[in-house]
């Protein structure tokens, strides 16, 4: 597929890695429907990509607001050929920790976010691209999520975080194969230590240490990197079924 004749849902795509995806975009041709939580700052992006975007409010865990986001942006791109979910939540925190276990909640929150939101954009967006006219290899949709290299090497405090991700791998096959007689491919990636506004926010100092962590480039990922990645995958048809790690070789420690 040409980015140029992109028409994509982001979700998470008002910052970060999903607004990195956003502005690659934008940037080649392509239309974008951001679906995000956070107002202010999709005022200000949807003021920097201009017409090529519009931005919906939706909780990607509610099923009635993700069908009514997705038709939306089905109308607003005249369509849709690219789903790319980035919204995610961390849930941090230990099992046990010192004053109690873990509520329950924190941990079907972080699920429910990350892996049931992203199931739930998915087979939304999948309805819509298996409407679409396929192409000269019968394409007609590219569904990409992001999962997390935790998925592989969870730390200590990341149960919650590393269980939503791991769901996200093991679901891309079974969809993949699913999908194939629609003409949709079903990719993830799995970044390593990227800097997002989450990261962005702690000390200079620890930056330094999660760069100097990564093998080679001893450096934090770039946003940037992770949307070439997204955008390689959309163009390169042979691609799908399978979880790419972007991580410049770094295994996560325990702790």
Known sequence: ME????????????SGLGLAVARHFVAAGGRVALIDIDDEKAAAVIAELGEASTYI???VSNESEIEHAISA???YCDGINVLV????????????GREA???????????????VGSFNVAKAAAAVMAENQP?????????????SIAAYEGQIGQAAYSASKGGIVGMILPMAREFTRFGIRVMAIAPGIFHTPMVDSLPEEIQQALGNSVPFPKRLGQPVEFSSLVAH???????????????????????
Request: aromatic residues 2%.
């Open 3 to 14: 980015i140029s004749s992109v028409k994509a849902v982001i979700t998470g795509g008002v």
């Open 57 to 59: 409010r939706a909780d």
């Open 73 to 75: 942006a089905s109308k």
């Open 85 to 96: 979910n980035c919204a995610g939540v961390l849930g941090p925190g230990r099992v046990l």
């Open 101 to 115: 276990p873990m509520p329950l909640e924190v941990f079907s929150r972080t699920v429910q976010i990350n892996l």
């Open 135 to 147: 192409n000269e290899d019968g394409e007609r949709g590219v569904i990409i999520s992001t999962a």
């Open 233 to 255: 995958i959309v163009e390169n048809t042979y691609l799908n079924g399978t979880t790419l790690r972007l991580d410049g070789a770094v295994r996560l420690e325990p702790k």
